[in-house]
Structure formats: structure tokens, C-alpha cells
């Protein structure tokens, strides 16, 4: 079965700390602190694993790192409580970096240098992966991933460096709901595909059973009770029945809001919003039939959570104030009665795109499977390879024993062979000349004797 990536899975922890740069200002909490840093000497600070949940940024553990450490500076804690989202977004706040206490900027100096080795080791692995399938590096794809930071200066963080930030984070967050939405599609496409390859392998009579139960499970996931617009006047007034225990009657749009943002902060994020739907999507979704995908669960709630921020969130901020929560219950919106159609009423996808999408994964299979014979051949190349020179080892080893074998019967030949005897002329050792022809020895006296 296609599996889509974790981050499909995970929204309300990416819910919690989606706004973690554009919003942070808001989680803050202290009065203004007037700060003498001619008499304060600073501290250092020790900073455990970040607290704040995973945004699903691949620079993510960075990001939050960051942010605790400037949270940690006086000066730029008043000035990120104070700052507006145009401030944010335009890099005015990146300037009061200047002013963050020296012992701190030390420390985002190591944050930066971490993360310059730990993006050189990805790059590296990325590379090394490509090149071993065959693939063309994009080095210019690679370079992307240093773009939350200035990799030119790889040793001290600079205002570029928390701009750069700030700027990637705001851009990555916006699209990442896009992001899921395209990973959601091909997951349906997957699944669809991976059925009607089933139904080829099937002879003509378990195909017909298998399509009457897949149209059966459709009707199945369709019939269910009718689900009220999100954010919809009902919607809200069925929460506060069946959540709250309270009468319908007696709804009330500020006590309703202040009940249900859970960390007190006078705003509703993402995670707090998703949190409202969890009644409508127990009418459609249900985690042990066989007709009731969860993973399309989660992409409705998604949806919910979406119409909902286009309705009520006018600055865009990806927060609901109470004040923008109380205008929307005042809109002719609010009244709808209308009920909201499901992704089994919304095709996500035309035949022409699911054509496209297979011919996609033949294409890749068809790579895969040329890739698998070139490397066959280079084993089996390897292996002729290596049998000749297995040969040529032999061979060798052969020729060295049969000189080996030559030498040693010659030095016993040598070894064994008696002396020859001396013929006429011959030189004998010990005398100085050789006898004349027909000499021959006669008795020398030796006096004293006989």
C-alpha cells in the first residue's frame, strides 16, 4: 500500500508551531523589562531539546533553537512582543539582532556552525545517493536546502542569517498545506491504481465480486448523517451541546470562544480549530470499518480547518481572534445551513490525471528495470572478470610448482652422480706440472733410509 510521508499524519503537532516565527510574538507573556546592560553581566544560558512541537521543516530543530535563545534576550523579547506582521515579514525585526546580549550571539554562532556540518553531511549523503543510482546531481536543487541561512559566512550568525530565517520559514509554512494536499492526491491516485491492477490479475467472476464490494463500500462511507458547514452557526451550537453539555439555546459566541482556546492566549490556532470538527468527522469517518479511510479523515479535517481561516482569519495571520471570531458569527455566512461536501463528493482527480500518473510509474518502473539489467550485466562482467583472472591465478600457481618441482629433481640428480675416474694428461691436484708423456715414477731415496 502507497504510504504517505509522516507530515500527512502530524497536523496538529504542526498546527502548534506552524506560526512559531510570524506569531511568536503573541505566546509572550512578561511586561516590558527595562534592561542595564552596563551593570548586568550576563549568564550562560544552558538550552535543553526545543519544547515546541515539529513543524515538519527539515531545518526545523534549528528554527526552534533560535527562537528559544532570542526569547532568552531581553531586549529582543520586548521588541518581538511589540512587533507587528509587516515588521516580521519585512526583516525589521532581523536588525535587533544587533542588540542581543554577547554571550547570546556566542551561542547562535555554534547554533549556525551546527548547522552548516549538519547540512554539508545531508548534501554529501544526497549527492553520494544520486550518483550511485546513475542520476544527475541538480546541485543547484542541493544548494536549496542551505537557504534558511547566509552559507557564505559558515561561522557567526548575522542579521542575514535570522532575515534568511524568518523568510524561508514564513514562505515554507505557507505552502506546506499545498504541499499535503498534492501528497494526498497521489496517495488516492495510488490507491486506485493499485485496485485496478487487482482486478486484472482476477478471472471474470472474482472481478465482479470484488467491484459489487468496492461499490458497496462507497455506498457504505456515503450514508451517513448530514455534516454542517465548518464554523457554521450549527456546526458551533452542536459542540456546544454535545461537547460542552450546554442548551443550543443559550449559545453565546464569546463564552463559546474562551471555552475552547485551550492555552489561553486570546487566539485560536490551527490545532484549536481542527479540534471544533472532531464531531462532524466522527459522522463520516469511522476508525474500524472497512469503508473509512483515516488518512482521508485527516485531510478533511484539513479542509475544515482551511475554509474556515479563509472565512474568519482577515489579516491572514493564521490565527482567529476573538474579535475576528465574534465579526464572523455576525456574517450572513455564519447562518448557512447548507451541508459541506465531502471528499467523496469532490473528485480529486480526472482520468486523464490518473493516466498520467501511471504512465508516470511505468516510466519509473521501466528506469528501475533498465538500471537492475545494467547492473546485472556489470555483475556478470564482474564475475567473467574474475574467473579469468581466478584462471590466470591458477595458471601461475601451476607453473610456479612445476619450476619448483624441476629445480629439486635437478639438485638431486647433482647430489647423487659418482665422480668420474681420471684419464691420461689430466691435471692432479696438488702437483705443480703435469707429467711429461712416458714418465714414469721411480723410488727417490730418502736419505737416513735404506
Given at each position: ?29 512578561s511586561?516590558p ?20 512541537a ?33 515588521d ?44 550511485g ?230 516510466n ?59 684419464t691420461a ?6 702437483n ?11 723410488d ?7
Open positions: 500500500m502507497y504510504a504517505l510521508p509522516d507530515q500527512m499524519v502530524r497536523s496538529e503537532a504542526l498546527a502548534r508551531c506552524g506560526l512559531v516565527l510570524l506569531s511568536l510574538w503573541l505566546c509572550i507573556q511586561v523589562i527595562s534592561v542595564d546592560k552596563t551593570k548586568e553581566k550576563p549568564k550562560e544560558e544552558e538550552l535543553g531539546p526545543p519544547e515546541s515539529d513543524t515538519g521543516l527539515h531545518y526545523d530543530r534549528y528554527l526552534r533553537e533560535v527562537i528559544e535563545y532570542l526569547e532568552k534576550d531581553p531586549h529582543f523579547r520586548e521588541k518581538l512582543k511589540n512587533a507587528n506582521m509587516d516580521i515579514k519585512q526583516g525589521k525585526l532581523s536588525k535587533e539582532l544587533n542588540f542581543v546580549q554577547h554571550n547570546f550571539r556566542t551561542k547562535l554562532d555554534e547554533l549556525k556552525r551546527e548547522e552548516m556540518n549538519r547540512l554539508r553531511m545531508l548534501i554529501k549523503a544526497k549527492h553520494d545517493i544520486k550518483e543510482n546513475g542520476q544527475t546531481v541538480d546541485h543547484q536543487a542541493l544548494l536549496k536546502q542551505f537557504e534558511h541561512l547566509n552559507h557564505k559566512n559558515p561561522h557567526t550568525f548575522e542579521v542575514d542569517d535570522l532575515d534568511r530565517l524568518i523568510k524561508s520559514a514564513t514562505n515554507d509554512l505557507e505552502n506546506f498545506d499545498k504541499d499535503r494536499h498534492d501528497e494526498f492526491k497521489q496517495y488516492e491516485m495510488m490507491k486506485e491504481h493499485e485496485r485496478r491492477q487487482r482486478l486484472k490479475n482476477l478471472n471474470e467472476e472474482d472481478r465482479k465480486k470484488e467491484e459489487e464490494h468496492y461499490e458497496e463500500m462507497k455506498k457504505k462511507h456515503a450514508n451517513h448523517p448530514k455534516v454542517n458547514h465548518p464554523g457554521s452557526e450549527d456546526q458551533l451550537k452542536e459542540v456546544w451541546q454535545e461537547a460542552d453539555g450546554l442548551d443550543p439555546e443559550d449559545f453565546d459566541p464569546k463564552t463559546f470562544f474562551k471555552m475552547h482556546d485551550s492555552n489561553g492566549d486570546g487566539f485560536f490556532d490551527e490545532s484549536e480549530l481542527e479540534a471544533l470538527f472532531t464531531k462532524e468527522l466522527e459522522k463520516v469517518y469511522n476508525p474500524e470499518n472497512e469503508e473509512d479511510d483515516m488518512v482521508e479523515m485527516e485531510e478533511e479535517r484539513l479542509r475544515m480547518r482551511e475554509h474556515v481561516m479563509n472565512e474568519v482569519d482577515t489579516n491572514k495571520d493564521r490565527l482567529v481572534s476573538l474579535s475576528e471570531f465574534i465579526a464572523a458569527t455576525k456574517k450572513e455566512e455564519f447562518y448557512e445551513k447548507d451541508e459541506w461536501e465531502t471528499l467523496d463528493q469532490n473528485p480529486l482527480y480526472t482520468e486523464e490525471e490518473l493516466r498520467e500518473f501511471e504512465q508516470q510509474l511505468a519509473e518502473k521501466n528506469d528501475i528495470n533498465k538500471k537492475s539489467a545494467e547492473l546485472q550485466k556489470e555483475r556478470e562482467e564482474l564475475e567473467r572478470k574474475q574467473e579469468e583472472l581466478d584462471a590466470q591465478k591458477l595458471g601461475l600457481k601451476q607453473a610456479m610448482e612445476e619450476m619448483e618441482r624441476v629445480k629439486s629433481q635437478n639438485l638431486n640428480a647433482d647430489v647423487k652422480q659418482p665422480a668420474a675416474p681420471l694428461g689430466e691435471h692432479v691436484p696438488g705443480s706440472q703435469p707429467r711429461p708423456p712416458g714418465h714414469q715414477q721411480q727417490v731415496p730418502v736419505p737416513g733410509h735404506s
